[in-house]
C-alpha cells in the first residue's frame, strides 16, 4: 500500500515577508526623482537605515527592511501630494511649500538644500529700494512667494511667471527684473543681473499631511528620531587621544563629551587614553588647546549615528 504524506501549508520566508508587508501600515514618503534635492534626500534615508533600491526607473519602490514606500515624483508635485494625502510625507524645499499654497505640517527642517529667493536686475541699473520694482515686468518660477513679498512691501509689479531659464529673460526683452533661487551668484553674474534683494531662505524640510495620527504617527516618529540621530552625529566627531596622567584632568576639563569623556589606563604605565565627543564647530579650537595641553596621538573620527 502507499503511504500518503501530509505536507503541511507553508510558505517561503520570501513570500511570507510580502505577505506581512500587504497586512502591515505603511508610510508613504514623497522625494524627487532628480534634481537639486535628490542625491542628499537618498543619502538621509539611506544613512536612516532604510534598504530601497533607487537605482531603477520604478517610481514607487517599497523599503527592505522598514514600512515605509517612496515614491519617485517631481518636487513641484510633493506639497499638493502630501496635502491631500497621496503622500504622507514628503522632503522638498520650503519655498517650494510655500509657493504652492496649501496646507502640510512642517515636521522638521533637514539641513541641505540651503538656499535663498531674491529679486535681480540688469548691472547697468542703480537699484534705489523697492520702490524701484514699481510699474516693472518681474519673471519668476515662484509667483506666489514673490508676490507675497510685493504686497507686505506696498509695490505693484507685473508678475510673470516661467517655469525656467529666468535669468534670461531681462535680455530678451521679456521681464525688467527677475525673481530666482541663489545660491552662489554665479549664474546671475553670467548672465549680467545683480541681486538686489533677497527676500527668502529655503532648506529642505520634512513634512506631513497636516494632522497625521493613527497608526503611521509612530512610524513618522520612529523617522524623525533617525534623521535627528544622523544629523546630530553629522554635527560631531569622535576624539580619542593619549595622555601623561598628571594631565588627563587639565585635558579632561577640555574635552566636552556628551556625559564626561571615557579616561581608560594605557598598557605603558603612567598614560591614559580619553574618548569624547567634540562639536565640529569647535573641533580646531579643541583640538589646539589638547595639544598644548599635552595630548599625543589624537585621532578624530566621523560619527554615524548619535542617540542621546
Ligand atoms: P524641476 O521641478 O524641473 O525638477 P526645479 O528647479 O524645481 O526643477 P531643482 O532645481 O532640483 O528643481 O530645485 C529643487 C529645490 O532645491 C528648490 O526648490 C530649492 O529648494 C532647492 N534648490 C534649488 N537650487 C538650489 C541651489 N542652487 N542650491 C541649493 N538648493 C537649491
Ligand atoms: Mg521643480
Not at 533607487?54 to 527592505?64: D, E, H, P, R
Not at 537699484?127 to 515686468?137: N, P, Q
Not at 544622523?230 to 585635558?251: F, G, R, T, W
Request: proline share 5%; net charge positive.
Amino acid at each position: 500500500m502507499r503511504a500518503f504524506f501530509f505536507k503541511p501549508f507553508s510558505i517561503n520566508p520570501a513570500k511570507r515577508y510580502k505577505l506581512k508587508q500587504n497586512m502591515e501600515t505603511i508610510l508613504r514618503i514623497a522625494v524627487q526623482k532628480s534634481g537639486r534635492l535628490s542625491e542628499k534626500t537618498q543619502e538621509l534615508l539611506k544613512l536612516c537605515g532604510l534598504d530601497f533600491n533607487s537605482g531603477t526607473s520604478q517610481l514607487k519602490i517599497k523599503a527592505n527592511n522598514f514600512p515605509l514606500e517612496v515614491l519617485f515624483l517631481r518636487d513641484d508635485d510633493i506639497p499638493g501630494y502630501v496635502a491631500s494625502g497621496v503622500a504622507d510625507i514628503g522632503i522638498v524645499g520650503e519655498n517650494g511649500v510655500d509657493e504652492k499654497l496649501v496646507t502640510v505640517d512642517t515636521i522638521h527642517k533637514l539641513g541641505f538644500a540651503k538656499c535663498r529667493v531674491s529679486i535681480a536686475i540688469p548691472r547697468r541699473f542703480e537699484y534705489t529700494g523697492t520702490d524701484y520694482l514699481e510699474g516693472k515686468r518681474i519673471a519668476t518660477s515662484y509667483p506666489n512667494i514673490l508676490k507675497k513679498f510685493l504686497k507686505e512691501k506696498g509695490v505693484n509689479a507685473e508678475v510673470s511667471e516661467i517655469s525656467g531659464s529666468v535669468e534670461i529673460a531681462p535680455a530678451i526683452g521679456l521681464a525688467d527684473a527677475i525673481c530666482d533661487i541663489v545660491s552662489t551668484g554665479s549664474t546671475l553674474l553670467a548672465n549680467g543681473l545683480k541681486e538686489v534683494e533677497t527676500f527668502y531662505k529655503s532648506e529642505a524640510v520634512l513634512i506631513a499631511t497636516p494632522g497625521m495620527n493613527g497608526e503611521k504617527k509612530p512610524l513618522l516618529d520612529k523617522l524623525v528620531f533617525r534623521i535627528k540621530a544622523v544629523q546630530k552625529a553629522k554635527k560631531n566627531k569622535y576624539i580619542i587621544l593619549n595622555a601623561p596622567n598628571h594631565k588627563v584632568d587639565e585635558i579632561a576639563r577640555i574635552l566636552p563629551g556628551m556625559k564626561s569623556p571615557t579616561i581608560t589606563p594605557l598598557a605603558i604605565e603612567g598614560w591614559s587614553a580619553l574618548y569624547s565627543v567634540v562639536a565640529e564647530d569647535e573641533f580646531w579650537e579643541i583640538c589646539e588647546k589638547l595639544h598644548e595641553a599635552g595630548a599625543e596621538g589624537i585621532l578624530v573620527v566621523p560619527i554615524e549615528k548619535m542617540i542621546y
